[in-house]
């Protein structure tokens, strides 16, 4: 039991206070198991003005903190609330915060996110000086939290506060690396000699990702199979400084929790059911088919897809495919948010398939949860997949992943094979429209035939994607982390 060991999650985001993608989901859920296993946890986001953070009943701990920006300080405040079981830390300055969004609109990022982002690095390492906090670990994520280990180990190398305190960055998405034009160098206060020595830019520009990179004590990303992925690269640019540091460079994949993720008691969906008994999943069908403005028919299999309009989730793949996925006999059904050349295609094929297709622009929990109970399979045509959530979901939901062999999807869904009843999905490997066709027209022979569908079935009841096995790995990233720290 680590009851000693005391962590902070550094974040943008996290389920269900500010959502944006998985890693809210994430930094939702690890937390509690680690607490079950004796780790103290707490966290620190933005204030962001949210309806679910305004709801919290938090106190102001720290009317003023001054924070360095530039050659300047601004007065920040710090409020704290307890969600969940632990310490939430609610960085407050309205400027950078008091916004719709988390890091801007489905069209465009806001124009100041290297500001923002600059400004609550440097906020949570005074927070935690003024505060006295004691803290052995920092656990940061993605590029908006990437310039805390760089922090650390220059502006307060010699802080006594924080002494000790080690960091854990873990690469959720390297496709997205908070590149800015290297001006923005000048708001960190950092000098030009570690832009210079490439350690914190790339192609000419400062890469929040990269630093995090080079400056962390230990870091990781969110399968083996996206470690390979990202170590064999030449367009994320970061294959160079990772095998530099391959030997503190880890691969873990994610879990799901299953208290949250259960049809057998699922507030959001309209029956319960189990393995043992389907019969809730067939209302799950019928209400969501109605929900979607389509007319239920139990025979025609049910395709759901939640997800970000965007290239890497296979958008465009998708997008040429749908009618002729309709004409192999599927219904389909699609929630997700994101590019407005995306929305505007899907709107227009929603008028051209209305009988078919079913659509909606936007993404919430309570809608992830129905979209997933209620169809028969889920769609996952990413060109690129960190580690993915909705297969672990089909999975708990007898809802069964149909996917592209990328990332943390390849080790996940092992194609099923007939002859054996071995497996538990559908996987295709190009990225193409005859190969997703093709593992679709596997899935639907499958489904027509109802002793081959119901051990798919059974073969995804049977998966246990937790957190568990994961925890105690993020428990040995720490002390790594923290040995090494105590070394220097």
Same mark, same amino acid.
Request: charged share 25%; aromatic share 10%; hydrophobic share 45%.
């Given at each position: 039991m680590d009851t000693a060991l005391r962590v902070m999650f550094v974040t943008p985001e996290v389920s269900p206070l500010a959502? %944006?993608?998985?890693?809210?989901?994430?930094?939702?859920?690890?937390?509690?198991?680690?607490?079950? @296993?004796?780790?103290?946890?707490?966290?620190?986001?933005?204030?962001? $003005?949210?309806?679910?953070i305004e709801a919290l009943p938090a106190e102001l701990i720290l009317r003023e903190l001054w924070v360095p920006m530039g050659g300047d300080k601004v007065k920040a405040s710090v409020w704290k609330a307890e969600a969940e079981g632990q310490s939430v830390y609610l960085i407050d300055y309205p400027k950078y915060f008091a916004r719709d969004n988390i890091y801007g609109s489905s069209r465009e990022e806001y124009l100041d996110n290297d500001e923002r982002f600059i400004f609550f690095n440097r906020a949570v390492l005074e927070f935690l000086i003024a505060s006295r906090l004691e803290v052995d670990v920092l656990h940061c994520h993605n590029w908006p939290t990437a310039l805390i280990p760089v922090f650390l180990k220059t502006h307060y190398a010699g802080t006594e506060a924080l002494r000790g305190v080690a960091t854990v960055f873990t690469l959720h998405n390297a496709a997205s690396q908070g590149?800015?034009?290297?001006? +923005?160098?000048?708001? +960190?206060?950092?000098?030009?000699?570690?832009?210079?020595?490439? $350690?914190?830019?790339?192609?000419?520009?400062?890469?929040?990702?990269?630093?995090?990179?080079?400056?962390?004590?230990?870091?990781? +990303?969110?399968?083996? &199979?996206?470690? $390979?992925?990202? @170590? %064999?690269?030449?367009?994320?640019?970061?294959?160079?400084? @990772?095998?530099?540091?391959?030997?503190?460079?880890?691969?873990?994949?994610?879990?799901?929790?299953?208290?949250?993720?259960?049809?057998?008691?699922?507030?959001?969906?309209?029956?319960?059911?189990?393995? !043992?008994?389907?019969?809730?999943? !067939?209302?799950?069908?019928?209400?969501?088919?109605?929900?979607? &403005?389509?007319?239920?028919?139990p025979e025609a299999p049910l395709l759901g897809l939640v997800t970000h309009l965007t290239p890497l989730k296979g958008l465009d793949l998708l997008l040429d495919t749908i009618p002729a996925i309709i004409g192999l006999g599927f219904k389909i059904i699609l929630a997700g948010t994101g590019e407005n050349r995306y929305e505007h295609a899907l709107n227009k094929l929603r008028k051209a398939q209305a009988e078919s297709l079913g659509l909606r622009l936007e993404m919430n929990p309570a809608l992830s949860h129905r979209i997933i109970a209620g169809s028969d399979m889920i769609l996952i045509p990413s060109r690129e997949e960190p580690c993915g959530l909705n297969q672990f979901y089909g999975f708990r939901y007898g809802t069964v992943p149909v996917v592209r062999a990328v990332g943390g999807l390849k080790e996940t869904v092992r194609p099923f094979q007939p002859a054996s009843g071995k497996g538990n999905g559908f996987v295709f490997h190009e990225d193409s429209g005859r190969a997703l066709l093709r593992a679709l027209l596997r899935a639907r022979d499958c489904y027509r035939q109802t002793e081959c569908w119901a051990k798919l079935m059974r073969a995804g009841f049977e998966e246990q994607p937790s957190w568990e096995e !994961?925890?105690?790995?993020? @428990?040995?990233?720490?002390?790594?982390?923290?040995?090494?720290? $105590?070394?220097?």
């Open positions: 959502i %944006s993608g998985e890693l809210a989901d994430f930094v939702g859920s690890l937390p509690k198991h680690l607490r079950a @296993l004796g780790a103290e946890v707490s966290l620190v986001l933005p204030r962001y $003005r949210r309806p679910e590149c800015f034009p290297a001006e +923005t160098l000048a708001l +960190t206060g950092l000098g030009w000699d570690l832009f210079a020595s490439r $350690r914190l830019s790339f192609n000419g520009q400062l890469n929040f990702l990269k630093a995090g990179a080079a400056f962390s004590d230990v870091l990781n +990303t969110v399968s083996s &199979g996206y470690k $390979r992925e990202i @170590l %064999s690269s030449k367009e994320m640019g970061l294959a160079e400084i @990772l095998k530099a540091r391959a030997g503190r460079f880890a691969g873990i994949r994610n879990g799901i929790d299953l208290e949250v993720w259960n049809p057998e008691n699922d507030p959001f969906i309209v029956a319960p059911f189990s393995a !043992a008994d389907l019969s809730g999943k !067939a209302a799950c069908k019928k209400s969501l088919m109605e929900e979607f &403005g389509l007319t239920p028919e !994961a925890a105690q790995k993020y @428990l040995g990233l720490y002390r790594a982390a923290v040995n090494l720290r $105590r070394k220097e």
